[in-house]
Nanobody, 121 residues
């Protein structure tokens, strides 16, 4: 079963940085395209960024230039480096595997608990 555990969320001030971790269990991450999503109360989960099984990356417009996705295949972890954080980045962040590259509405794994990022103004 494809499962993930997200961690690294915290309360930070505007302009601060955080690195989120997505730990995969039960499978090697290089077999899949892995994506980060975020969700705020009352809204749908939205994609943020993704990294393909071959290392290509994709970013949604709101985070281009200040989020970076990367993967450590030895540790079986995908990271989301978030710089220059803004209050609108406040959300619960999740990761999952994509069935097809850049097709964000089809995921392979179970959703984890997520990790909360709160950016104060």
């Amino acid at each position: 079963q494809v499962r993930f555990m997200e961690s690294g969320g915290a309360l930070v001030q505007r302009g601060g940085s955080l690195t989120l971790s997505c730990a995969a269990s039960g499978f090697p991450i290089y077999d899949y395209h892995i994506a980060w999503y975020r969700q705020t109360p009352g809204t749908e989960r939205e994609p943020v960024a993704a990294i393909s099984s071959t290392g290509d990356t994709d970013y949604r417009d709101p985070v281009k230039g200040h989020f970076t996705i990367s993967a450590d295949k030895l540790k079986n972890v995908v990271y989301l480096q978030m710089n220059n954080l803004k209050p609108e980045d406040t959300a619960l962040y999740f990761c999952n595997a994509l069935d097809f590259w850049r097709v964000y509405d089809r995921v392979v794994g179970s959703w984890g608990q997520g990790t909360q990022v709160t950016v104060s103004s």
